[in-house]
Antibody, heavy 121, light 109 residues
Framework: DVQVVQSGAEVKKPGESLKISCKGS????????TAWVRQMPGRGLEWMGI????????RYRPSFEGQVTISADKSISTAYLQWSSLKASDTAMYYC??????????????WGQGTMVTVSS | EIVLTQSPGTLSLSPGERATLSCRAS???????LAWYQQIPGQAPRLLIY???SRATGIPDRFSGSGSGTDFTLTISRLEPEDFAVYHC??????????FGGGTKVEIK
């Protein structure tokens, strides 16, 4: 069975760094793009960026470029989202999801359970 | 940049009623890349519909999607108690690469 499992909730202070993870199993991890999606409290879904683990090709939404870094370790089928200096405004739920392509029709078909990141002094 | 506008913001209906949710794109999009997701409070989103009208694996047939160009619709033929949730439309393949609508909340009347 396909599974996407994210790392646990984090509580950090402003200025601290953080790296959260997303592990895929039950499918060929390197053959699918993995997306990161932010959901701020009480708000909608916002795409942040996406990585193709086979060659670490990354595309960012312009508003997130320079604010976060997306990477992957294909040897352990895991994608990462990291911050070098967190802000209170980074407080949100972060989801990763596999970009499937059933019949050439791309959609985010398997989602992680989410990682809640709280940034507070 | 493609913008997806969902309406209404909130839909108040009773179990057994029909729900019709709208997703309008700011410019014509390829329907192969239009998807709908359900998000129950406290849970991750779940794929319902891809390619504008294809149901994802395990999705009941009371959920259907339609539309093309700029106007897309998600219809729930008869609302079950577990269907009260937030629904998001999403497009892939343009600038930005992935775009979500603002969501429609379906609440119990």
């Amino acid at each position: 069975d396909v599974q996407v499992v994210q790392s646990g909730a984090e509580v950090k202070k402003p200025g601290e760094s953080l790296k959260i993870s997303c592990k895929g199993s039950g499918y060929t991890f390197i053959g699918y793009w993995t997306a990161w999606v932010r959901q701020m409290p009480g708000r909608g879904l916002e795409w942040m960026g996406i990585i193709f683990p086979s060659d670490s090709n990354v595309r960012y939404r312009p508003s997130f470029e320079g604010q976060v870094t997306i990477s992957a370790d294909k040897s352990i089928s895991t994608a990462y989202l990291q911050w070098s200096s967190l802000k209170a405004s980074d407080t949100a739920m972060y989801y990763c999801a596999r970009l499937g392509a059933e019949g050439g029709k791309e959609a985010l078909d398997f989602w992680g359970q989410g990682t809640m990141v709280t940034v507070s002094s | 940049e493609i913008v997806l506008t969902q309406s209404p913001g909130t839909l108040s209906l009773s179990p057994g009623e029909r729900a019709t949710l709208s997703c309008r794109a700011s410019q014509s999009v390829n329907s192969n890349y239009l998807a709908w997701y359900q998000q129950i409070p406290g849970q991750a989103p779940r794929l319902l519909i891809y390619g504008a009208s294809s149901r994802a694996t395990g999705i009941p047939d009371r959920f259907s999607g339609s539309g093309s160009g700029t106007d897309f619709t998600l219809t729930i033929s008869r609302l079950e108690p577990e269907d009260f949730a937030v629904y998001h439309c999403q497009h892939y393949g343009s600038s930005p690469l992935l775009t979500f609508g603002g969501g429609t909340k379906v609440e119990i009347k």
